[in-house]
């Protein structure tokens, strides 16, 4: 079908002309792949960079690592004396001190009391004294239990004499015993001090009352092997 424009020239759609610019795509061509060579450049330069540190880690790694073995071998050898010194103290800790019993024992002296012997025994018993009970009781526990621990009971025994008889030397006895049981330094190393013998005697022609006091250790357990 064939359309007629009859409308005046100036009255007539005027076509539109849109002229574009030419793009230079050579130039922006180059500069594109050179930007992307310059960023290779950069990231090979980084990867080159990071593996140059790494191998001087390596080389300090390699001259630190016989320092190293060492310090770890001085470690394990400080650990293992730290150990053996812990050892030591507990065995100290449990070790009787005897200078520090006698000195106690001085500082509980009281007047008209002198001691004349001091003797040290022990005996391993099958349980402790405290924790005894009737031989029922321990009858029963022996087929319960196959292994009973051993404890080493020890004792130290006070023999001395007080000035006066009768009545006014057993009560100055008693003193000494309370005295011995309220010195806190003293009595926290024993389980008991009781009074085992008491009776008359002379010395130079005054009366005297002669005494043994045991005071005994608290019991230590013997660790089976």
Not at 44 to 65: D, G, P, Q, T
Request: aromatic fraction near 8%; proline fraction near 4%.
């Amino acid at each position: 079908m064939i359309k007629i424009n009859l409308l005046p020239e100036e009255l007539q759609k005027k076509r539109m002309i849109i002229e574009l610019p030419e793009i230079p795509i050579i130039p922006i061509t180059i500069g594109f792949v050179g930007t992307l060579v310059i960023i290779q450049l950069f990231l090979s330069s980084l990867i080159f960079f990071n593996a140059y540190n790494v191998s001087k880690l390596e080389k300090k790694w390699e001259v630190l690592e016989p320092k190293k073995q060492e310090l770890d071998k001085l470690k394990k050898g400080i650990s293992s004396s730290s150990a053996k010194s812990q050892a030591i103290d507990a065995l100290i800790e449990k070790r009787i001190s005897w200078a520090r019993i006698l000195n106690e024992i001085s500082n509980s002296l009281i007047g008209n009391i002198w001691l004349t012997e001091l003797s040290y025994k022990e005996k391993i018993e099958g349980s402790a004294p405290e924790a005894r009970n009737s031989k029922k009781q321990q009858a029963k526990k022996s087929r319960k239990t196959k292994d009973v621990p051993s404890y080493n009971i020890g004792t130290l025994t006070l023999s001395g004499s007080s000035s006066g008889k009768g009545e006014e030397g057993t009560a100055t006895i008693a003193r000494f015993i309370k005295a011995l049981k309220g010195n806190a330094n003293f009595f926290k190393t024993f389980s008991d001090i009781e009074l085992i013998s008491i009776k008359n005697g002379t010395l130079a022609g005054q009366d005297i009352m002669n005494f043994t006091i045991d005071c005994k250790f608290k019991p230590e357990r013997i660790e089976s092997k």
